[in-house]
């Protein structure tokens, strides 16, 4: 008995023992002289950094608190006053502007970056943008129970991974890009990637909340999140941002060694960092004869439009939605410059028409010399397609927009708002002759490639909206003999059918359409049944109300509904033809908009016909105004 009381001792000694060893141990500290380098890009002199000191949760203490500033244009600090500190842990903020890689000129803005260390056993802090992510993830860890030591080693860990690098690497707060080092060209990667195509006031925003996302479990699992990291790794140009870093260097009077960034940099986007990613030319340069010339790769962009147009229809299906429900004045306050949808929407239209932009600029500076069983054709067609179709309902919902035909650069970020009739004349002209590269069958969602009648569809709605005749456009439809008007007991929200001109799928997203939407696996976008009420809205707008009633009783008993008699008003029987078959779903509101029966039938103002430009958008382009009726 006594033994066995004895063997209980020993045990919850020896695992008091363990778990002492476990925690943190707070041990004062004397520091004569701490230093490092503060980079995004670096930061200029006579930036502001602050060293707060931590108690063993990593909570600043308010105690110990020093200041200091860069002492030149490489981001160079020196704590060089004798620091006497209660802990070893210390938190190091840098304010301040920064040389800015992709516009080869210095910041328009202060950032704030932040870097956690134990000093006990240091003299040197760098901050960076890898010791920013970090840190509130280790903050998170230590607060969980975990040791100091271990909580950096599972940061630094998953933080890498989430960026797809396998490699050990030394923890952040060692590296930078004085190392020419893996490190070091992994570090200036990631800050590439992270502020490809933003505005210093944007790029803020974005690594913090990609700070918050990843504090939580070790993971970037935000679906924006995650989608733009994969657009921004589509879009670095690494030669820019190599070359404008080490010449600004050497400017200063250093010389900067930067390894091969595409090795860090999943350009591809299939998750993995390999030589897949990058045809690498002689000069190690990113470039149309070295990215596109390669079939897969062109594929796997164009793959992403689905993916972001996906998101795009999903805010705007509710958006439509929500200003057709008269029933709810208060759901319609929610069409307003601060709504999460209407930004969604507007960000996501962008972003898929620069994917556009980005494909038919490689494409078509490429020379001959690519793969004789690799046409480019269908794949520039298709872009050239979506980027039409996105613009026509860009324009459809917020009228006047900015109109962007090449890769996006630091020079076009702040574009004007341009009148729609000189977009649609642009998009009438770039869809010539689109049709004849792509394929003239009945939609499938496994095809890359946008149908051909598409493209007559797009130029079909944008004739409507100029108050033009449809007609030739909707005949080719008609006539190419490939789809019909499918009977009420044809699910087309789950089977391939040829009543869809085009659609999307929702097992292409983690994120379904809203659940007021969601029918089934498939949603359709461009309806066979919705080209014969075009064809009876441009009858009707030639005054021929005999040959419109014809193509509404077309539809209307195709689908097993009772005819309209031939004194019908026209332009409500096209509205509630449509709303009888789909209801409020994708089409209905911009058709009542069209019929002008919009503030009639739904009750609304007449300003909500237009979407407001979201409050973001204004606040980071001065050269964008709100449409009228709305506030901000």
């Known amino acids: ?32 002289n701490i230093q490092g380098k503060t980079e995004k890009g670096p930061f200029v002199t006579g930036s502001k950094v602050t060293l707060y000191e931590l ?60 870097a956690i260390t134990d000093v006990s056993g240091r003299n040197k802090i760098n901050v960076n943008i890898l010791t920013h992510l970090e840190y509130k993830r280790i903050k998170k860890l230590v607060a969980g129970g ?73 993971t970037i699992d935000n679906k924006e999140l995650i989608d733009e990291i994969k657009y921004s790794s589509n879009n670095v140009n690494q030669t820019d941002v190599k070359n404008n870093l080490v010449k600004y260097y050497k400017e200063k009077g250093h ?3 930067i390894g091969e960034l595409w090795k860090y940099i999943d350009y591809n986007g299939d998750g993995i960092l390999d030589e897949d990613d990058l045809n690498i030319s002689p000069n190690g340069s990113l470039t149309p004869e070295s990215f596109f010339d390669k079939e897969e790769n062109t594929n796997a962009i164009i793959t992403s439009l689905y993916s972001n147009a996906f998101a795009y229809y999903q805010s705007i299906i509710f958006l439509d939605a ?34 556009c932009n980005n494909i038919i600029e490689g494409l078509e500076s490429l020379s001959s010399n690519y793969p004789p069983d690799y046409d480019i054709n269908p794949y520039l067609a298709t872009a050239k397609g979506f980027r039409a179709l996105l613009y026509v309902d860009l324009v459809q919902h917020w009228g006047d ?14 574009i004007p708002r341009i009148d729609k009739e000189t977009i649609y004349t642009f998009l009438e002209k770039d869809l010539k002759g689109v049709k004849d590269h792509l394929p003239n069958e009945v939609y499938n969602y496994a095809n890359p490639f946008l149908p051909a009648s598409l493209i007559d569809a797009i130029l ?63 949603h359709p976008i461009i309806r066979y049944s919705g080209v014969f009420l075009k064809y009876a809205e441009t009858a009707l707008k030639k005054g021929d109300t005999s040959n419109a009633i014809g193509f509404i009783n077309t539809v209307r008993s195709a689908k097993g509904l009772t005819v309209i008699s031939s004194g019908s008003d026209v332009a409500k029987s096209i509205a509630n033809t449509w709303k009888d078959i789909y209801g409020q779903d994708y089409g209905y509101f911009v058709l009542l ?40």
């Open 1 to 32: 008995m006594k033994g066995a009381i004895f063997t209980i001792i020993l045990f919850i000694f020896f695992m008091s023992c363990d778990k002492d060893e476990s925690k943190d141990i707070v041990r004062p500290v004397s520091k004569e």
């Open 55 to 114: 108690d063993a949760q990593l909570r600043q203490t308010g105690k110990n608190i020093f200041t200091t500033e860069t002492t030149d244009d490489i981001g160079s600090f020196t704590f060089d006053s004798k620091m006497e500190l209660s802990s070893q842990f210390v938190e190091v903020e840098i304010n301040g502007y920064f040389f800015n890689e992709y516009k080869n000129s210095l910041s328009d803005s202060q950032i704030k970056l932040n």
């Open 146 to 218: 975990v040791n100091f030591s271990n909580a950096k080693k599972q940061a630094k860990t998953e933080l890498l991974k989430s960026f797809r690098i396998n490699e050990e690497f030394q923890n952040p707060e060692d590296i930078s890009f004085f190392d020419g080092t893996n490190a070091s060209t992994a570090l200036l990667a990631i800050s590439a990637i992270l502020l490809e195509g933003k505005k210093e006031s944007e790029f803020s925003q974005f690594i913090s909340m990609i700070s918050n996302n990843f504090s939580e479990n070790g």
């Open 255 to 257: 010389t900067l060694n």
């Open 322 to 355: 929500v200003r057709s429900n008269n029933k709810d004045s208060d759901i319609k306050n929610l069409i307003n410059p601060y709504n999460d949808n209407i930004s969604k929407a507007y960000v996501n239209g962008y972003r898929t028409i620069s994917g």
């Open 401 to 414: 927009m900015p109109f962007i035909t090449q890769r996006p650069t630091m020079d076009n970020l702040y």
């Open 460 to 522: 079909a709605t944008i004739a409507l909206e100029r108050g033009k005749d449809a007609s030739v456009y909707l005949d080719n439809i008609i006539n190419c003999g490939i789809y019909k008007l499918e009977s009420k007991s044809v699910d087309i929200y789950n089977t391939l059918n040829a009543e869809t001109i085009f659609g999307l799928r929702t097992e292409q997203s983690e994120v379904p359409f809203s659940t007021d939407f969601k029918k089934g696996i498939y």
């Open 593 to 632: 908009k069209r019929l002008n029966l919009a503030i009639k039938e739904l009750g609304i103002s007449s300003h909500m016909q237009l979407l407001p430009i979201p409050g973001r958008e204004l606040n980071l382009n001065p050269e964008m105004t709100q449409n009228p009726g709305y506030t901000f």
